[in-house]
């Protein structure tokens, strides 16, 4: 599977989950595993290898950096599920938000978590991120064929998961965002010199 099959699964699975931000982990969970569950074992596992490309992508510094602006704060768990969630926008938006991430102040989801209106942790996705091994496991039938599965997948040199991350990149500020999110911006500098230019 390539990404751009990768691509028109998960657009499919956006399009079917809407725009209810207050449910988009759940909606975007069960839409993804309802599209993945019709494909083979061999194809679930190849699209769960396309997804982690994805989300190593997204796994930068300053992606970072807008995940805690937006989420009041991010450690390692959350970061891999708003990684997930940035996919989970979409392609529009996710390449967007590689371009620059100060491009997602633009989404409404997060517009709405600066207005108060939707939930804080609208990207953290985590049964979204899942949803590929929970179609593994329905289509598998058992522990057993899942397991198999996914040993077939490491012996063929596909990346089982999301990687690690993504390189670094400079020191920076998200003005769009960090003008929604003043009080995050202040702990953001606080907490991670390394990676802001105070008062840029």
């Known amino acids: 599977m390539d990404a751009q099959r990768c691509w028109e699964i998960v657009e499919a699975a956006r399009s079917e989950a809407g725009t209810d931000w207050d449910n988009l982990d759940e909606s975007l969970g069960v839409a993804l595993r309802d599209q993945l569950v019709r ?22 510094d300053d992606l970072f950096m807008a995940a805690f602006l937006i989420h009041n704060g991010c450690g390692d768990d959350s ?33 709405g ?3 108060g209106t939707v939930n804080i942790s609208v990207l953290l996705t985590e049964r979204f991120q899942f949803a590929p091994r929970r ?11 899942y397991y198999e599965a996914l040993d077939r997948a490491e012996q063929a040199g596909l990346p089982v998961g999301s990687p690690a991350g993504a390189a670094p990149v400079p020191p920076r500020r998200l003005e769009r965002l960090a003008a ?17 230019v105070v008062g840029g």
């Open 39 to 60: 494909l083979s074992l061999t194809e679930i596992v190849e699209f769960d290898a396309q997804f982690g490309v994805l989300q190593y992508h997204v796994a930068r």
């Open 79 to 111: 970061f891999s599920d708003f990684c997930a969630g940035v996919v989970g926008l979409g392609r529009q938006w996710y390449e967007l938000a590689l371009a620059d991430p100060d491009n997602l102040a633009g989404h409404p989801a997060v517009q």
């Open 113 to 115: 978590v600066a207005a």
């Open 135 to 145: 179609a593994l496991k329905q289509v598998a039938g058992d522990d057993r064929s």
């Open 180 to 196: 929604m999110f003043p009080e995050q911006q202040a702990s953001l500098e606080l907490f991670y010199p390394d990676l802001t």
